[in-house]
């Protein structure tokens, strides 16, 4: 029998998701959250990973050797050094939340134990990139270059232009002020968007607001609890100070797609991630800086994600397996 199965892996430090895909239609048959020890050695780790996986083919009535194709979706350094292809890559060299795996082989391992698959490592912000291309707004043919950010402690990003991912893509680290007073970046540099635009970015920014509006409700949020959720809370009763940190955060990130407009021109920009729920009470602002640009004048379409966050690594793992899988069997 050929082929049937491509499987998404979406490897975090707490779980790691397993889905089922048709390989053709690239249609989710299935799928299971493996619970992750992350104190484990990498060998246990390993051991459950594939269990899971086994368990998860015979409950559905397939065969190891139906297997196409697969990808691990997660987050850290992936290697070998200076491998960028999905397909050159190994292993993780580095993991921020399941050390066990560093520099574990587990191309080598997975192999042995599911042979003959094409197997591929893509790391976690460039999955959540290609679920969107090949299950959320890229599925629409008018987009063909694709911008995304997710919305958290960081701000990741990714470009995706024709279905080609551009590699690296350091977008929270594009500097849109440089003037001597912005504020320092986790990456030592002082300006860049993440520094705006991040759970810390928007603290800072309370703070100075609330400066200016002694009578705002913010003052009434104990300072260690001073967090985006609560801010947008106050922002959607109206607080004026709470919106004024929202229209900043727009502006800032208006400021970021714009010197994107000039590099890619994107058919549409599209925000995941916590915060991007309050993606509407930034949208005036950012559109706002949008429209002053008059070198490029078309606008990009902008909108918070539609896939929700526990299907789109795997998702992404997936359709990225399923590309490459076709592109060697045509
Ligand atoms: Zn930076």
Redesign the pocket.
């Known amino acids: 029998m050929g082929d049937r199965i491509a499987i998404g892996y979406d490897l975090g430090g707490t779980s790691c998701g397993i889905g089922l895909f048709d390989i053709d239609s690239g249609e989710l048959l299935a799928s299971t959250a493996h619970k992750i020890d992350s104190s484990l050695p990498g060998e246990e780790i390993f051991e459950g990973i594939c269990s899971s996986t086994e368990e998860l083919l015979e409950k559905q009535g397939f065969t190891k050797d139906q297997i196409g194709a697969v990808c691990f979706a997660t987050a850290g350094t992936l290697g070998p050094k200076g491998a960028k292809d999905p397909a050159e890559i190994e292993q993780i060299l580095i993991s921020p939340n399941i050390p066990g795996m560093n520099r574990f082989p587990l191309k080598r391992e997975y192999l042995r134990r599911f042979p003959g698959v094409l197997f591929l490592m893509e790391n976690d912000a460039n999955a959540a990139g290609w679920a969107e291309w090949f299950y959320g707004v890229g599925r629409d043919e008018k987009v063909r270059t694709l911008v995304g950010f997710t919305l958290g402690t960081g701000l990741g990003g990714y470009i995706i232009i024709d279905g080609n991912m551009v590699r690296p893509a ?1 977008l ?2 594009i500097i849109i002020d440089s003037s001597p007073s912005a504020p320092t ?5 002082r300006g ?4 705006f635009v991040s759970i810390e970015g928007i603290k800072r920014i309370a703070k100075q607001v609330m400066l200016e509006h002694p009578e705002s409700k913010l003052w009434g949020i104990p300072p260690d609890k001073l967090d985006p959720k609560p801010i947008a809370e106050l922002a959607r009763e109206g607080d004026k100070a709470a919106l004024l940190v929202y229209a900043k955060v727009g502006y800032y990130l208006g400021k970021l797609i714009w010197n994107l407009k000039r590099v890619c021109e994107p058919d549409a920009v599209v925000f995941s991630g916590n915060i991007s729920r309050s993606l509407d009470l930034m949208l005036p602002a950012m559109k706002a800086v949008l429209e002053e640009d008059g070198l490029i004048e078309s606008q990009p379409m902008i909108k918070a994600t539609e896939l929700g966050p526990d299907k789109a690594g795997i998702m992404g793992a997936a359709g990225l397996a399923i590309k490459y899988y076709k592109a060697a069997h045509s």
């Open positions: 350091e929270g680290h970046c986790g990456c030592g540099s860049c968007a993440e520094a």
